[in-house]
């Protein structure tokens, strides 16, 4: 387990409850990007959820940060596409997951999403949280990285892996209860 400072714990905590405050889907998303990037570094991010019936996204509910607006057609076309993270959708509960411990190198620099959406933008690293509660997928988290802040680490997959559950309920209560 990655050592996490009192500094950091209390973030976490601060985070959780200013969240759990929000009935709102978009602010919770926005929110989220916004707080967890004192924690997890990142240079742009997605928030995306599906239909509460099916695996399609809500593509007017998405929320991106500092994403180029450009870009944004672009990534949901590309990314309605790419397949290689749907494997991910196949689990009972919420998963973090980090592109290059999934991925072969060469498989995924070759991958559309890689080629036309992250390398045009110098992103070279993604990392999410694929929100999944009793086997129903509720949505997507993905963070992106250029070659300045590295790859993701433990510690802050583990911080991912603290909040997951959490975030899953949110997006519970907020898309299908609230």
């Known amino acids: 387990m990655p050592n996490i400072k009192s500094n950091e714990v209390k973030t976490i905590s601060d985070i959780l409850l200013d969240l759990y ?10 929110n989220f990007l916004t707080d967890i990037k004192m924690l997890v570094p990142y240079d742009q991010s997605s928030f995306q959820t599906f239909e509460p019936n099916n695996d ?15 870009m944004l057609p672009l990534f949901n076309d590309i ?14 509960n919420s998963i973090v997951y980090v592109e290059t411990d999934i991925l072969n190198q ?9 080629k036309t959406f992250l390398k045009p933008q110098n992103l070279e690293y993604s990392c999410g949280i694929v929100l999944i509660k009793d086997r ?10 250029s070659e300045y802040w590295g790859d993701f680490d433990e ?4 911080i991912l892996d603290i909040l ?12 299908f209860v609230g």
Not at 21 to 30: G, M, N, P, R, V
Not at 56 to 69: H, K, L, P, R, T
């Open 21 to 30: 405050s929000i009935d709102d889907s978009k602010e919770l998303k926005k």
């Open 56 to 70: 399609n996204m809500i593509v007017d509910e998405a929320v991106f940060v500092d994403v180029n607006e450009n």
């Open 79 to 92: 990314n309605s596409e790419t397949d290689y993270l749907k494997n991910l959708f196949n689990h009972k």
């Open 106 to 114: 060469n498989v995924r620099k070759n991958a559309g999403f890689y």
């Open 136 to 145: 129903k997928n509720l949505g997507i988290v993905s963070l992106f990285r």
């Open 155 to 158: 510690k802050e997959v583990f």
């Open 164 to 175: 997951k559950s959490h975030l899953a309920n949110m997006v519970i209560n907020c898309m």
